[in-house]
Nanobody
Framework: QVQLVESGGGLVQAGGSLRLSCEGSGSIFRLYDMAWYRQAPGIQRELVASITRGGSTNYGDSVKGRFTISRDNAKNTVSLQMTSLKPEDTGVYYC???????????WGQGTQVTVSS
């Protein structure tokens, strides 16, 4: 099972940008489908973006055109570039790794993103 550590969260003004990173260890990173989720107070955790082992990407409707997910298997990292940030992007962002053939799933501890208006 892969262990995940997120970094890069913080406080930013609306319209600004942030880049989140997630580093995996303890397993073969390239075998995992990766994703970023976020959770705001009182709101169910939602998918922000995902990237498969093969590099196919998917985005939540609210972030399409503003966020970009990418992965670097050589560095065991997945990143989320966030631009044109809005106050409604505020929340705790979690990195997720899934290896479906082995039924393995891991979550990071989360990193706080706060967008001020």
């Amino acid at each position: 099972q892969v262990q995940l550590v997120e970094s890069g969260g913080g406080l930013v003004q609306a319209g600004g940008s942030l880049r989140l990173s997630c580093e995996g260890s303890g397993s073969i990173f390239r075998l995992y489908d990766m994703a970023w989720y976020r959770q705001a107070p009182g709101i169910q955790r939602e998918l922000v973006a995902s990237i498969t082992r093969g590099g196919s990407t998917n985005y939540g409707d609210s972030v399409k055109g503003r966020f970009t997910i990418s992965r670097d298997n050589a560095k065991n990292t997945v990143s989320l570039q966030m631009t044109s940030l809005k106050p409604e992007d505020t929340g705790v962002y979690y990195c997720n790794a899934v290896n479906r053939p082995f039924g393995s799933e891991s979550w990071g501890q989360g990193t706080q993103v706060t967008v001020s208006s």
